[in-house]
Nanobody, 119 residues
Framework: QVQLVESGGGLVQPGGSLRLSCAAS????????VGWYRQPPGQLRELVAT???????NYADFVRGRFAISRDSAKNTVYLQMNSLDPEDTAVYYC?????????????WGQGTQVTVSS
């Protein structure tokens, strides 16, 4: 059973920073593309950033230059460094990963971590 667990969310003032972590555990061969998504209150879930197994990254326009996605393959963990946070970044942040297991490739979601940007 593969699990994704996000951590690092919390309350931060505008202009502050947070680093989110997404850790995978269980029996699998490798982690392919990982994405961070967010769901602001009353809105649909939206893509924030992605990182491929080879380390290529992509960002939504609204976070480019402020957020950075990275991965530590040895720890099976992907990070989202968030800087210059704005109240509009308030949302539940989720990670999503495509993971290679013995029987094939499977898509997993974490449970989400709340990020609140407020003074």
């Amino acid at each position: 059973q593969v699990q994704l667990v996000e951590s690092g969310g919390g309350l931060v003032q505008p202009g502050g920073s947070l680093r989110l972590s997404c850790a995978a555990s269980g029996n699998f061969f490798s982690i392919n593309t990982v994405g961070w998504y967010r769901q602001p209150p009353g809105q649909l879930r939206e893509l924030v950033a992605t990182i491929t197994g080879g380390g290529s990254t992509n960002y939504a326009d609204f976070v480019r230059g402020r957020f950075a996605i990275s991965r530590d393959s040895a720890k099976n963990t992907v990070y989202l460094q968030m800087n210059s946070l704005d109240p509009e970044d308030t949302a539940v942040y989720y990670c999503n990963a495509l993971i290679k297991e013995l029987t094939g490739m499977y898509d997993y979601w974490g449970q989400g971590t709340q990020v609140t940007v407020s003074s």
